[in-house]
């Protein structure tokens, strides 16, 4: 272990006077430190660098390697001060090293000058906001925008956060504070432009898909890319595809690439246009059929009259539904009871609905309320995935399950309902799950 090792903020704080600052002034930040350094001839700096990476000075925008003021044949290699302040700092293989190439342990002082430019993002914000509050610097990436969700704390300091997210992240033209939560039909919030361009309508990648849309408008969640893929691995060509709260396309769009027929709808005209637009965008919009209704009427009109279309002829393909609008979509189950007249085959659609849970067990707690709506028992037919979890004691979960046909059908014959498999992934271990629910 390296020896001599000192507190990190006390040598890479910015200055006291920046405390408090609510609009950035970046000249402000400049500061003198002394770090240390080695005298190393120049010839051999390239063949150093290597093993002396683990304590060479790594700040943001500062080089490591300085020219010797007093012998030109040399060069200061800077180190952490963090971890060298003299020469028995360096460790046993360190100092085998540096005799190997004849370099002298004595430890210099260089004297070296710090800006803006050199502090990390935390630790602006760690010496401006008052001591002892949390300090946010994550933020969610959709395209150029970074979206943030600043605690009552952190708001008066907001449009200097705005500036200093944008100033280190590379990429990023516009920084928005969500002010409200997401509680209207159309699933998307209001925000505040923080800093930077005024400019919502932004272009993401995912799963190798490429979606546009106005962020401000829209519901898009970066987090969720690993449940999109997911969800569509368990499609096959020629599958048939219900998206009832579809968003801009990113369980619609893959699908249809998997050469999947899918109707997909959603409330918000805006999305609606965005889904078209991406279906177009992705060279899908053959296959994609798009609506823009409340879930319920699309369940009770394009979905049911579907259902009825292929109803005597779907050959080896399934019908999958799936329904993520987690806050409500389980209290649209209720929308399948009696759907459809009578039953002519043994092929029951496939629903994935997601909701929110904030029960100490939640996958029981989903398939119980799914349940409930239903009017049915889904005990050894159904499996329930952790999505992610949303804030603390609050997890988004999918529940996957054949309808049973006492549901769907107002004349049902007895059907042999599949048993939906476990699916190849280890539990998560902060789940606590009922044994009579399957994962």
């Not at 002892?132 to 925008?145: L, M, P, Y």
């Not at 699933?187 to 919502?200: K, S, V, Y």
């Amino acid at each position: 272990m390296l020896k001599g090792k000192v507190e990190e903020e006390h040598v890479f704080m910015p200055p006291r006077h920046v405390h408090g600052m609510t609009e950035l002034k970046r000249d402000a930040f400049t500061k003198s430190i002394n770090v240390p350094a080695l005298k190393v001839k120049k010839e051999i700096i390239n063949r150093l660098m290597k093993p002396l990476k683990q304590i060479a000075l790594q700040r943001p925008g500062l080089k490591r390697v300085m020219e010797d003021p007093e012998d030109e044949n040399k060069r200061l290699i800077l180190l952490d001060p963090c971890q060298i302040s003299s020469a028995d700092s360096f460790d046993d293989s360190i100092k085998i090293v540096l005799g190997q190439f004849g370099v002298d342990l004595q430890v210099y002082t260089h004297n070296l000058e710090l800006t803006y430019e050199n502090f990390k993002t935390e630790e602006i914000l760690r010496a401006v906001l008052p001591e002892g509050q949390d300090v946010t610097s994550s933020f969610s990436r959709v395209g150029h925008i970074a979206h943030m969700n600043l605690r009552e704390h952190q708001l008066p300091y907001r449009y200097l956060v705005g500036q200093v997210i944008i100033d280190k992240n590379p990429g990023v033209t516009s920084v928005v504070n969500k002010t409200n939560i997401i509680d209207n039909a159309y699933r998307n919030f209001q925000m505040e432009l923080l800093a930077g361009e005024d400019n919502m309508i932004t272009k993401v990648k995912e799963n190798g898909f490429t979606y546009e849309f106005d962020f401000s408008k829209v519901y898009w969640n970066p987090r969720l890319g690993t449940e999109h893929n997911r969800v569509v691995a368990l499609l096959k060509a020629e599958d048939i595809v219900f998206d009832v709260f579809a968003g801009v396309g990113p369980f619609a769009i893959p699908a249809a690439k998997k050469n999947c027929a899918v109707l997909a709808n959603d409330l918000n005209p805006e999305s609606c246009k965005w889904l078209v637009h991406n279906c177009k965008l992705n060279k899908v919009d053959r296959r994609v059929k798009t609506f823009s209704l409340d879930g319920r009427d699309f369940i009770l009109g394009p979905l049911k009259d579907e259902l009825n279309k292929i109803s005597t002829d779907v050959g080896n393909s399934s019908v999958h539904i799936i329904m993520n609008l987690p806050a409500l979509a389980i209290d649209f189950l209720d929308a399948f009871k009696n759907l459809l007249d009578k039953a002519s085959n043994n092929n029951l659609p496939t629903v994935h609905c997601y909701g929110f849970s904030k029960d100490d067990n939640p996958a029981k707690d989903i398939k119980e309320k799914a349940e409930s709506v239903l009017g049915v028992s889904l005990e050894g037919h159904c499996c329930v995935h952790q999505v992610r979890n949303v804030a603390p004691n609050k997890e988004m979960m999918c529940i996957s399950f054949q309808l049973p046909a006492e549901v769907l059908y107002k004349e049902h014959s007895q059907f042999q309902v599949s048993v939906i498999p476990e699916e190849n992934e280890p539990k998560p271990k902060r789940i606590r799950t009922d044994p009579s629910v399957q994962e």
